[in-house]
């Protein structure tokens, strides 16, 4: 039967009312000045930008506000609040703007509230915090819009904070219903930094990047064009290739808003015998957005703009204008790496002209971009080391190349060498420090058979075909999750070794050649060709489908105008594919209306199409006088599930806050723009608090959500009194637990990521059930499940099969676990190793959908990215504390214990030691009796110790002794003053490469203070013979004073009355010699 026939019928299952139709919206609403009002935030404003958040200041214009809630559980004394720049509004989109507030208006009436789950996407270099994954689950705030009014109830619109943390600029919110009325699906939507442009009070974006147009019209006709971004860390992605256009596409909200910028670059011809240009033209032909820093080429000349993102630890200044880089080589093409890797993003660029054969790697670190030209050892070029491996050839060409994410830095080339016009051949080259020459690619495509994988390598030899199609490559992308090279042109092919061994997918046709790849990093990939044709296909699976024009793309179509959805209505032309935050596939596509120009984006759910491509396949059967449609079953299952699923957060290492806005006393419920502005400003100083408590060493009784109201604690029950009783002098209270840590989600689900550490695992199980209980066993038993890991060294995949014919079931127990493979320790979070687990129902590939409440979904796999190595948010402290679980418990590994640092008698004479100091201080191989430097030793049994001569310890119960040698910084210490001596020990204790029980590395410094110093043996015996001395002197005095003292008693009293007489007898002699002297005087002169 015809699929035109499907519609109608599919019409009457899936019509829709228009409260069903409804979906949620967001925008950004920034803070309003004065406070009491709200700015961009009216519900039918056209908002033209990119959708992303300009500015990244936060105001103080919530503190004044909070500071007078004297009477609420809030500290108005010793903290300053701030607020965030934006709020987001939360809107239902009905597909008309009075039946979206009407919907609005029902749905306060019905408790419908929505909640809001955000989620800080890691940076690429986590320098200002540690490496985290972070959601924060607020609750909305309804508030009326400030317009005209007559009514009780007016236009309104949920609110809640938009909060922005120190080193990330990309964010995701998950909007979702409570539960209550009518049923709105959750949505997903990108809220991201945008700081390449900045809009002015006059609403004109009009800055150094460039010029904004307004009008989408010079997409009309143009081909498609690929989008290039780092995969999940772009906050702005910027789209090019416009034809005769000095312009580009940039969204930070993934089109859902779009702005049209003209780059403020230099058009000149700069063409040379050295850099021929055929002709000059104005057109941007390629663009590259990284976290800060987006790159294009116009002809042959690169540029370079890095953007204004304060939130980011860059070491590049931000740019006042574009600035030309590579100048004196001639560029061909930009060639992408969406994946980051050790801190770093990369791209390549190819020469051409003069430079053809020439390849440099861009390496952007923290905003910084440094050019390195790919030669090996012995300064060859790929080419020149070619020549050297092939021999003589005509021309070599670098088609593309790739980076394999590692830490080795190691880049994958596809280069094409002619021997002659008709000879060529194609080649994978690895370059790590040196050339590698990998594998050769067959000279024909081989002919589709309708079996498998159609597998070559090498060593097979060229046959020629029927059609003696030639292999044509184009580029390649590598996936480094499952260590998948993808080469794609007239063909596709991957490889499982990095170019060794060539798999074949089937599906694809010859006569179509592949135009640019989109690949979504969890096991989906898409592609578009040259006659912009959108095809899909998955990993592990060896055909290819045709998605956009397909039977199940019409019907999809027909269904999206019937449900009023106008962006399906209309002829329209393809601009470009990708894969959102959602991991689901969207194409933009231009279309025109009475003559006014739309670009929108589109999604493109594959398992809908794929199960109305399946719907179409019916078939009209005739029984007797009866004629009726049969559908055939091409499912091997009825259904799956999973079940036995652990608690999410150990694995998934999300920590999750919640939070609630005031609770008003009106009874409708409706917020006032303070009580907002107050819900803004606490979850402000909650995340300050997180940040402090993250990157310290945690105590489990400081954490945040402690420190938040440990001042009002004890006046819980009076809070709670006043809160119930609606009394406030503000209006509205703050509640106690409006602000919690949300340890266990009561929702158990399979992470999209799993963190293993040494030798742990993952267990769940899958339940598959096969429809009837009557079906045979042989049906039973041809349900199977096969399990797959990217990389059998790393990862251990154990699958256990149980069947249960009663029910018609079968239940596999599967468990994934790391073999300690992993290369040494890390510090929590970095140096991680990303695989992938595939669970395969046999047969099931684009074959098997279930209908949720959401969308129709693909079922018969499960992929899971496992990541190895030390966790993210661990930190110890002779106590583990579990940042995620709020778990903690005593160090039991091997570590070591050294003194990195000190000083004596006060911190302020505390310095670091060198490395080779602290081998002397605390090594037993570089301490002796002759050098005397040790400064501590170990009490206790035999201990174990590194080459180095460090003391490796153990457990809870180690003794460690001072002992301060003569020649160690804490070694002979004088005393100052009366106090005896004390010293300052800085302390390190790690397990790094002692204790094999984890792949974390754990580190820690801290201060020990010890008073009392014994003194050193020499000056102690100096001291004591001092003393010995002054003591001696003191008792010889006091022996001679009490022996001889009554004699020298008398003798002092003889001397002290002749001392006394002296003087008289002197007096008297001198009279008499008076009297006697004139009388000699007149005998000698007779």
């Given at each position: 039967m015809h699929f035109s026939l499907v519609l109608p019928i599919l019409s009457?299952?899936?019509?829709?009312?228009?409260?069903?139709?409804?979906?949620?919206?967001?925008?950004?609403?920034?803070?309003?000045?004065?406070?009491?009002?709200?700015?961009?935030?009216?519900?039918?404003?056209?908002?033209?930008?990119?959708?992303?958040?300009?500015?990244?200041?936060?105001?103080?214009?919530?503190?004044?506000?909070?500071?007078?809630?004297?009477?609420?559980?809030?500290?108005?004394?010793?903290v300053t609040y701030y607020g965030f720049p934006y709020y987001v509004r939360i809107n239902l989109d009905c597909g008309d703007e009075q039946e979206s507030v009407k919907a609005m208006q029902k749905a306060l009436f019905i408790g419908l509230n929505p909640s809001a789950i955000l989620s800080v996407v890691e940076p690429v270099h986590p320098t200002l915090l540690k490496p985290q994954r972070l959601n924060i689950i607020m609750t909305s705030a309804p508030l009326h819009d400030d317009v005209p009014c007559d009514s009780e109830l007016c236009q309104f619109g949920w609110y809640v904070p938009m909060p922005i943390v120190n080193g990330s600029v990309v964010y995701r919110m998950k909007v979702m219903s409570n539960g209550q009325g009518f049923h709105v699906p959750e949505k997903s939507f990108a809220l991201n930094v945008n700081g390449l442009i900045q809009t002015q009070i006059e609403r004109s974006q009009e800055v150094s990047f460039g010029t904004q147009?307004?009008?989408?019209?010079?997409?009309?006709?143009?081909?498609?064009?690929?989008?290039?971004?780092?995969?999940d860390n772009a906050p702005v992605m910027v789209l090019a290739a416009i034809p005769n256009y000095k312009g580009v596409l940039i969204t930070s909200s993934e089109f859902d808003h779009s702005t049209l910028i003209e780059v403020a670059i230099e058009s000149c011809w700069v063409g040379s015998m050295r850099c021929p240009q055929a002709e000059f033209a104005l057109t941007i032909q390629e663009a590259i957005a990284f976290e800060s820093t987006v790159f294009i080429r116009q002809n042959q000349l690169l540029h370079q703009f890095v953007g204004n993102y304060s939130l980011l630890a860059l070491q590049a200044s931000s740019s006042d204008a574009w600035e030309q880089v590579l100048r004196s080589f001639c560029v061909e093409k930009l060639v992408p790496v969406p994946t980051s890797n050790t801190g770093n993003e990369f791209f390549y660029i190819l020469g051409g002209g003069a430079d053809m054969g020439t390849l440099y790697r861009a390496d952007i670190h923290d905003g910084d971009t440094t050019f390195t030209e790919l030669r090996d050892t012995n300064g060859r070029t790929i080419c020149e080391y070619m020549v050297y491996s092939l021999g003589v050839y005509e021309i070599c060409l670098i088609r593309w190349v790739t980076h394999r994410a590692d830490e080795d830095g190691t880049s994958i080339v596809l280069a094409k060498f002619y021997y002659s016009r008709s000879h060529?051949?194609?080649?994978?080259?690895?370059?790590?420090?040196?050339?590698?020459?990998?594998?050769k690619l067959p000279k024909y495509v081989p002919e589709d058979t309708g079996d498998s994988f159609i597998v070559v390598n090498s060593m097979t030899p060229d046959k020629s075909t029927a059609n003696n199609i030639y292999v044509i490559m184009i580029g390649i992308v590598y996936n480094p999750n499952s260590g998948i090279l993808y080469l794609w042109g007239n063909c596709l092919i991957c490889s499982f070794d990095e170019g060794k061994t060539f798999l074949f997918v089937r599906g694809f046709p010859t006569t179509r050649s592949i135009k640019y790849f989109s690949l979504s990093y969890h096991g989906e990939f898409a592609f578009v060709t040259y006659h912009e044709e959108v095809w899909w296909g998955q990993e592990g699976v060896d055909t290819v489908i045709r998605v956009k024009p397909s039977p199940g793309y019409f019907v999809f179509g027909g269904l999206q105008s019937l449900k009023g959805f106008k962006k399906y209505m209309w002829p329209s032309d393809l601009v470009t594919v990708f894969w959102d935050i959602e991991n689901q596939l969207q194409e933009v596509v231009y279309y025109e209306v009475k003559r006014k120009a739309h670009l929108v984006k589109r999604n493109l759910p594959v398992a809908e199409i794929l199960s109305y491509n399946l719907f179409t396949e019916m078939f009209w059967t005739e029984q007797g006088s009866y004629n009726f449609f049969n559908f055939p079953r091409t499912c091997p299952f009825f259904w799956e599930y999973l079940e036995d699923l652990p608690q999410p957060e150990p694995y998934s290492r999300i920590q999750q806050y919640t939070a609630r806005p005031p609770l008003v006393t009106h009874p409708s419920?409706?917020?006032?723009?303070?009580?907002?502005?107050?819900?803004?400003?606490?979850?402000?100083?909650?995340?300050?608090?997180?940040?402090?408590?993250?990157?310290?060493?945690?105590?489990?009784?400081?954490?945040?959500?402690?420190?938040?109201?440990?001042?009002?604690?004890v006046l819980e029950d009076y809070f709670f009194y006043m809160s119930s009783n609606g009394i406030s002098s503000s209006g509205y209270s703050v509640e106690m637990d409006s602000f919690s840590r949300m340890y266990t989600n009561p929702e158990i689900y399979l992470p999209d990521k799993?963190?293993?550490?040494?030798?742990?695992?993952?267990?769940?199980?899958?339940?598959?059930?096969?429809?009837?209980?009557?079906?045979?066993?042989?049906?039973?038993?041809?349900?199977?499940?096969?399990?797959?890991?990217?990389?059998?060294?790393?990862?251990?995949?154990?699958?256990?099969?149980?069947?249960f014919f009663n029910r018609a079931s079968i239940v596999y127990k599967v468990t994934v676990s790391d073999r300690g493979a992993f290369p040494g320790q890390a510090l929590a979070g970095y140096g991680l190793r990303p695989f992938t687990l595939l669970l395969k129902v046999l047969r099931s590939e684009g074959r098997c959908f279930q209908d949720t409440d959401r969308a129709i979904v693909s079922q018969?796999?499960?992929?899971?990215?496992?990541?190895?190595?030390?966790?993210?948010?661990?930190?110890?402290?002779?106590?583990?504390?579990?940042?995620?679980?709020?778990?903690?418990?005593?160090?039991?590994?091997?570590?070591?214990?050294?003194?990195?640092?000190?000083?004596?008698?006060?911190?302020?004479?505390?310095?670091?030691?060198?490395?080779?100091?602290?081998?002397?201080?605390?090594?037993?191989?570089?301490?002796?009796?002759?050098?005397?430097?040790?400064?501590?030793?170990?009490?206790?049994?035999?201990?174990?110790?590194?080459?180095?001569?460090?003391?490796?310890?153990?457990?809870?119960?180690?003794?460690?002794?001072?002992?301060?040698?003569?020649?160690?910084?804490?070694?002979?210490?004088?005393?100052?003053?009366?106090?005896?001596?004390?010293?300052?020990?800085?302390?390190?204790?790690?397990?790094?490469?002692?204790?094999?029980?984890?792949?974390?590395?754990?580190?820690?410094?801290?201060?020990?203070?010890?008073?009392?110093f014994p003194l050193d043996p020499t000056r102690a015996l100096y001291f004591m013979l001092m003393t010995l001395a002054t003591i001696g002197v003191i008792l010889f005095c006091y022996i001679v004073f009490h022996c001889c003292g009554p004699g020298l008693k008398t003798l002092g009293k003889a001397a002290y009355q002749a001392a006394k007489e002296q003087p008289h007898i002197e007096r008297e002699s001198s009279l008499l010699m008076d009297e006697l002297e004139p009388m000699t005087y007149a005998r000698v002169r007779r």
């Open positions: 009457l299952m899936f019509g829709a009312t228009k409260v069903d139709a409804c979906v949620w919206a967001v925008k950004l609403c920034e803070l309003g000045d004065p406070l009491t009002s709200l700015y961009v935030c009216n519900i039918n404003l056209d908002h033209m930008g990119s959708g992303g958040m300009e500015k990244q200041k936060l105001s103080l214009k919530v503190n004044p506000v909070i500071k007078s809630l004297t009477d609420q559980p809030v500290d108005t004394e010793h147009w307004s009008s989408f019209e010079v997409f009309a006709g143009s081909p498609s064009r690929p989008l290039w971004s780092t995969a060529w051949t194609y080649h994978v080259v690895l370059h790590d420090q040196n050339f590698h020459l990998h594998g419920g409706i917020q006032t723009t303070t009580s907002l502005a107050t819900y803004q400003g606490l979850l402000y100083h909650l995340l300050k608090l997180h940040s402090e408590y993250i990157q310290d060493i945690g105590d489990p009784a400081q954490n945040p959500i402690s420190r938040l109201l440990m001042d009002k604690m799993v963190y293993l550490d040494l030798h742990t695992s993952y267990s769940f199980s899958v339940y598959i059930n096969a429809g009837n209980p009557a079906v045979s066993r042989d049906e039973i038993k041809n349900i199977w499940i096969s399990a797959e890991v990217s990389d059998n060294d790393f990862l251990h995949a154990i699958v256990t099969r149980h069947e018969g796999q499960q992929r899971i990215t496992v990541y190895i190595g030390c966790p993210p948010v661990f930190y110890p402290f002779f106590l583990i504390q579990d940042m995620v679980s709020g778990e903690s418990g005593p160090f039991l590994g091997s570590y070591t214990f050294k003194v990195v640092g000190g000083g004596a008698y006060s911190r302020k004479n505390i310095r670091y030691f060198t490395s080779e100091e602290i081998l002397l201080y605390n090594s037993y191989n570089h301490s002796s009796k002759q050098t005397l430097t040790l400064m501590w030793t170990y009490e206790g049994t035999s201990v174990n110790k590194t080459q180095e001569g460090f003391e490796v310890l153990s457990g809870t119960n180690n003794k460690i002794r001072w002992l301060c040698e003569k020649n160690s910084p804490c070694g002979d210490l004088s005393a100052q003053g009366l106090m005896a001596p004390d010293f300052f020990f800085i302390i390190e204790v790690s397990n790094k490469g002692v204790d094999m029980n984890t792949y974390c590395d754990y580190a820690l410094r801290f201060e020990i203070h010890v008073h009392g």
